[in-house]
């Protein structure tokens, strides 16, 4: 029997799993039946009881609508190790829906995540604009309109996108190509930074972004979620509509279970106003739908989502310069060619695109305990963009036809095997398989193309103690067909690459304060279409590209160090990567602008050279005195050309952001009702290539925000959640630099955003 367990240095830690799913039961109950210590699962399903006195303890585990389960433990050293699998419960509660989301991240890798009210707090606002919130994170921006996010500097084909679990496939090499994402179907937002390319596949050098909706429910009934929001800046108004259900059945003596999910948005806006004047044509128009329906019955699970994302968004009219006198004089001025008033029209020069995304997924989960999961998607991807001017030839002026159209149509699948645990050991194997072609029409920038890839992985890991190790091994194979005309011959050239990866990382705990992760990973990135062939002008950037066909795939070696500490009062992390890239591909400004029948355009050009990026994330998060909460985050990079031994272009400046906010349980009928006020600052990027650019990077800036909500009750079952959020509050005029539209006018003034949420 335990003894007093006062000065006892021992303690028990473990996990908490769906016996069926392997995910992870967040909010589960462990405790020590003898002394009634206890603890609760964290967001990894992870528990840690201290303060143990060696001796024979019975170990209680249950969470609602899972079976108790009670384990006998022989405390006889220092540390013991106890896991839970428990099973569902034949009967659930009518008022209680118990769900887990868990991401394949490994978990040597340090995973950010925007989720709950902080997610709340950015809807209406682009992918992008709403992951910038977090640490590590910025955006590369086309105007006002268009935002890339960017992780530790790297973006558009160094990070991927997984849509739902679908890797998101479209024409994401363009720098003002936005992720065709509504960031309305996701609960969690989640950033892997790092290598990530033997989970996920090659192109993972800077690390992946998983959109992750909540899982369907499991209990009868309907409910769902109104979200309204208004932004003062460009008059914008955003609503979004999710309704679901369940209903459950018996078939052949087995519970069966029907679940369903309808999600729609709609956004419109007119011209975005900087603090001293409109930028003429950038209003934006959306219309998304989604749905999703999901069958259970036995050890099968399977389900089918469907999604389609339209948008309108209008390119600044002042990008669009047509001689080479007039854009020199922009650039060297910083005042606008074009000035406007207010509109919500969307004409020339502008983008239309839309992006259909089908999925089925199956999961079969056998008695020994193994997991199968097959993935199947297809994606098209329809990208129409529009100079400003229109055709000269009267039958294609007619038509209004765009001068640059894209088609991209992928297949994708998975298959993956995940093992029951031998011991301590977990693990998974997979293969993935990727089938599209590229259909082009309009004035030449890309050719057509057809792609074949398939990849194999294998990743395991072994807990012991403190201690977590994981390592894994992939191998990739990608063939490209290209159709192009030369001298109006059509040619195939054809372009094979193959390479594997692979990663090792440790965890170590040594107590419930303290979490620290290392990992090394390798990855690699074949150049895609833009890079090899681009040679033309490429509107929605209002650039000149021009691609090279002799560019060899990229290598990288990637170290992260990650270390959490957590108190009560303060909370703390610590990020640290050193990534080195051979034959890195980046796309260089040119010396002089290009002169076309179109207009003219600043002149880039695809190159290679080898790259360092390293750097600090770290955030602080302190409880002053009881409801006040101060945070601080700080981002720091550098990087460098090593070929040439000089700084790159395009590379986020640093940048520290500060947060005051007090909380209050209840104010009048308002619950947990907040108020805060944030400062953003942005150093200016002095490292730059000498007369690498077109204009000087911009100066330093400083932003200041305000923000103030609350949930009001509506009943017993419904209720009301606002949130009143100011940003650029003193209206400051500033460019960004990674902002391509820096050159011709100033960023996004003042803009006040209301957000109301109806959960029913």
Not at 522 to 531: D, G, V
Not at 612 to 632: I, K, N
């Given at each position: 029997m335990a003894?007093?367990?006062?000065?006892?240095?021992?303690?028990?830690?473990?996990?908490?799993?769906?016996?069926?799913?392997?995910?992870?039961?967040?909010?589960?109950?462990?405790?020590?039946?003898?002394?009634?210590?206890?603890?609760?699962?964290?967001?990894?399903?992870?528990?840690?009881?201290?303060?143990?006195?060696?001796?024979?303890?019975?170990?209680?585990?249950?969470?609602?609508?899972?079976?108790?389960?009670?384990?006998?433990?022989?405390?006889?050293?220092?540390?013991?190790?106890?896991?839970?699998?428990?099973?569902?419960?034949?009967?659930?509660l009518n008022d209680v829906n118990v769900t887990a989301q868990k991401s394949?991240?490994?978990?040597?890798?340090?995973?950010t995540s925007l989720e709950g009210r902080e997610l709340d707090q950015t809807r209406g606002q682009s992918l992008g604009e709403a992951l910038r919130t977090l640490a590590g994170v910025t955006t590369l921006q086309t105007g006002s309109s268009i935002a890339k996010p960017v992780i530790h500097g790297f973006h558009s084909n160094r990070v991927l996108l997984l849509n739902n679990g679908i890797r998101q496939e479209g024409q994401q090499w363009g720098s003002e190509h936005a992720p065709e994402i509504d960031p309305f179907v996701a609960t969690r937002l989640s950033v892997i930074k790092g290598a990530s390319g033997v989970r996920y596949g090659p192109d993972a050098i800077g690390g992946v972004i998983l959109i992750e909706p909540g899982p369907l429910p499991t209990l009868p009934g309907i409910h769902g979620e109104l979200n309204a929001v208004g932004f003062t800046n460009g008059r914008q108004g955003v609503i979004s509509l999710q309704t679901e259900g369940?209903?459950?059945?018996?078939?052949?003596?087995?519970?069966?279970?029907?679940?369903?999910?309808?999600?729609?948005?709609?956004?419109?806006?007119?011209?975005?106003?900087?603090?001293?004047?409109?930028?003429?044509?950038?209003?934006?128009?959306?219309?998304?739908?989604?749905?999703?329906?999901?069958?259970?019955?036995?050890?099968?699970?399977?389900?089918?989502?469907?999604?389609?994302?339209?948008?309108?968004?209008?390119?600044?009219?002042?990008?669009?310069?047509?001689?080479?006198?007039?854009?020199?004089?922009?650039?060297?001025?910083?005042?606008?060619?074009?000035?406007?008033?207010?509109?919500?029209?969307?004409?020339?020069?502008?983008?239309?695109?839309?992006?259909?995304?089908?999925?089925?997924?199956?999961?079969?989960?056998?008695?020994?305990?193994?997991?199968?999961?097959?993935?199947?998607?297809?994606q098209y991807d329809d990208r129409m963009e529009y100079d400003l001017n229109r055709p000269r030839n009267d039958s294609l002026a007619a038509l209004n036809r765009p001068e640059l159209r894209f088609r991209l149509t992928s297949f994708t699948s998975d298959l993956v095997y995940e093992h029951k645990p031998i011991g301590r050991l977990n693990g998974q194997l997979g293969i993935n398989a990727l089938y599209q072609f590229n259909i082009m029409n309009g004035r030449p920038l890309i050719p057509n193309f057809r792609t074949y890839q398939g990849g194999v992985f294998w990743i395991e890991k072994l807990r012991h103690k403190q201690w977590e190790y994981e390592a894994g091994l992939r191998f990739d194979y990608r063939h490209m067909q290209v159709f192009r005309y030369e001298n109006r011959v059509l040619t195939n050239p054809v372009f094979t690459f193959a390479n594997g990866s692979g990663t090792v990382g440790v965890t170590y705990a040594p107590s419930e304060r303290w979490t620290s992760r290392v990992n090394f990973g390798?990855?690699?990135?074949?150049?895609?279409?833009?890079?090899l062939f681009s040679d033309g002008v490429h509107h929605g950037a209002a650039a000149f590209e021009e691609g090279d066909q002799t560019l060899r795939p990229e290598t990288a070696y990637n170290l992260t160090w990650n270390v959490q500490y957590t108190r009560p009062r303060v909370r703390a992390e610590f990020d640290a990567f050193y990534n080195h890239i051979n034959d890195y591909i980046y796309l260089k400004p040119q010396a002089e602008a290009r002169l076309t029948i179109r207009g003219a355009f600043?002149?880039?050009?695809?190159?290679?050279?080898?790259?360092?990026?390293?750097?600090?994330?770290?955030?602080?998060?302190?409880?002053?005195?009881?409801?006040?909460?101060?945070?601080?985050?700080?981002?720091?990079?550098?990087?460098?050309?090593?070929?040439?031994?000089?700084?790159?272009?395009?590379?986020?400046?640093?940048?520290?952001?500060?947060g005051l906010r007090y909380e209050w349980a209840e104010v009048s009928r308002l619950q947990d009702a907040y108020v805060g006020v944030s400062n953003l600052a942005v150093a200016r990027q002095k490292r730059v290539p000498p007369n690498s650019d077109f204009v000087a990077p911009p100066p330093a800036y400083a932003l200041w925000g305000l923000s103030a909500g609350g949930t009001l009750p509506l009943g017993d079952t419904h209720k009301l959640e606002l949130n009143l959020s100011v940003t650029n509050l003193f209206n400051t005029v500033y460019r960004d630099y990674l902002n391509r539209f820096r050159y011709y006018a100033d960023d996004i003034g003042r803009n006040v955003a209301l957000r109301v949420k109806w959960k029913f």
């Open positions: 003894q007093n367990q006062e000065g006892c240095t021992c303690f028990v830690k473990g996990i908490v799993l769906d016996q069926e799913s392997r995910q992870a039961l967040t909010g589960a109950i462990v405790l020590i039946k003898e002394t009634g210590q206890g603890t609760v699962t964290d967001a990894s399903g992870a528990y840690r009881i201290d303060k143990l006195c060696q001796g024979n303890y019975t170990l209680v585990s249950r969470i609602i609508g899972y079976k108790e389960v009670q384990v006998r433990l022989a405390l006889n050293h220092a540390v013991a190790e106890q896991d839970f699998f428990l099973n569902e419960e034949s009967i659930h394949n991240a490994l978990s040597s890798q340090a995973v369940a209903t459950r059945a018996t078939t052949t003596g087995k519970n069966a279970q029907l679940s369903w999910r309808l999600q729609g948005t709609l956004k419109r806006g007119g011209n975005i106003r900087t603090p001293t004047y409109f930028l003429d044509n950038t209003g934006v128009a959306e219309q998304n739908v989604s749905g999703a329906v999901g069958y259970r019955i036995g050890r099968i699970t399977s389900d089918l989502y469907y999604s389609r994302f339209a948008t309108d968004i209008g390119i600044y009219s002042g990008s669009h310069i047509g001689s080479v006198t007039d854009l020199l004089a922009v650039l060297q001025s910083g005042r606008p060619f074009v000035t406007s008033g207010f509109s919500y029209t969307i004409g020339r020069p502008y983008q239309h695109i839309t992006h259909d995304l089908l999925k089925w997924r199956t999961v079969y989960k056998p008695r020994h305990g193994d997991i199968w999961t097959l993935t199947v998607a297809r390798t990855s690699w990135r074949a150049p895609n279409i833009s890079e600043p002149y880039f050009k695809y190159t290679q050279t080898n790259a360092l990026y390293t750097g600090f994330d770290a955030t602080v998060s302190v409880d002053v005195w009881r409801g006040l909460q101060w945070t601080s985050k700080l981002a720091y990079l550098y990087v460098q050309d090593l070929k040439q031994d000089q700084p790159l272009v395009w590379i986020p400046p640093n940048r520290w952001e500060n």
